[in-house]
């Protein structure tokens, strides 16, 4: 699959955006003028500073915990955590995810990460951000239940199920959000090992994501379902379709409880989405508050 659908070149062999070229000024005008009560809902879930199971291991509960300090005089913060986890909401640039002695776009991996940083890839190619049109991807109101059980795959009928009943259709240049219920399951059980157990999308799903044409990708969780249900295939492997073979960059962790309910009360999926990572030269990623607008 990973040889079928690569977009390796598709954009020159020395692009650095990936599937974020799909944006044109007409998608950045026509996601502007959804934004038309003005209405601005964060998906961003506050950063956690109490630990949970698996201290010490970002994959497992709340391993990474937001360390936030104060200096003395001056109120000045210290902020510090490995934000590339199960908990906190952010992005996976396109150096994140190597495959095979190669990164996206046919980058050597040896060339490209680096002690210091990635020297292509980096995040920074992002800095103007993102305006596009977002689509809230509800499946949990799909199946009338609060959340989806750990380890329930969502397929490409599940996500045009979905559109039918939203009167929705994803297509070229959009940002996707799936909605697994993850953060209303995690406030009534509370946490638990995602990296071993968690709902998402089915990599199975990668052919359709070029063929709709969708810029980016995320979800309230690591965005794969976990165990993959993929044999002998890589930990997470949506992730590296999605950003080695695509080059479609992945928002993890979102909280889309907020923005589901403005959806449903609204009867509209659709909204302005403005994503502005940080401006770091070599970054795999950064902390993201994506903001939708209706």
Not at 49 to 78: R, V
Not at 88 to 113: F, I, M, Q, R, S
Not at 264 to 272: C, G, P, Q
């Given at each position: ?29 026509q996601a502007i ?50 934000y590339h986890s ?85 297509s070229s240049g ?121």
């Amino acid at each position: 699959m990973f040889e079928d659908i690569k977009d390796w070149g598709r954009w020159g062999p020395n692009d650095q955006l990936g599937a974020a070229n799909l944006i044109t000024e007409t998608d950045r005008r026509q996601a502007i003028a959804l934004a038309r009560l003005g209405r601005v809902v964060s998906m961003a879930h506050p950063y956690l500073t109490a630990s949970s199971e698996g201290k010490g291991n970002p994959f497992e509960g709340n391993g990474s915990p937001f360390e936030h300090t104060m200096k003395q005089g001056f109120s000045m913060d210290i902020y510090k955590f490995d934000y590339h986890s199960f908990i906190h909401t952010h992005l996976d640039g396109l150096c994140h995810a190597p495959y095979k002695g190669k990164d996206y776009n046919g980058y050597p991996t040896a060339e490209v990460n680096t002690e210091n940083g990635c020297t292509k890839l980096g995040v920074e190619n992002l800095k103007n951000g993102v305006v596009t049109r977002g689509i809230l991807i509800d499946i949990p109101r799909l199946r009338n239940v609060p959340y989806l059980e750990p380890g329930t795959p969502v397929f490409v009928e599940d996500i045009e199920a979905w559109e039918k009943t939203a009167g929705v259709k994803i297509s070229s240049g959009d940002a996707i959000f799936l909605r697994t219920g993850r953060w209303a399951r995690w406030a009534k059980l509370g946490p638990w090992a995602l990296s071993q157990n968690e709902a998402g999308f089915h990599s199975s799903i990668a052919p359709w994501l070029k063929k709709r044409g969708v810029a980016f990708i995320g979800s309230d969780g690591g965005l794969d379902v976990l165990p993959s249900l993929v044999e002998n295939g890589p930990f997470e492997p949506l992730h590296v379709l999605s950003i080695n073979a695509l080059g479609i960059a992945i928002l993890d962790n979102h909280d889309l409880e907020a923005v589901a309910e403005t959806a449903a009360a609204l009867n509209r999926w659709e909204f302005m989405v403005i994503i502005a990572p940080l401006v770091v030269t070599g970054g795999t990623g950064s902390p993201v508050n994506s903001l939708a607008i209706f």
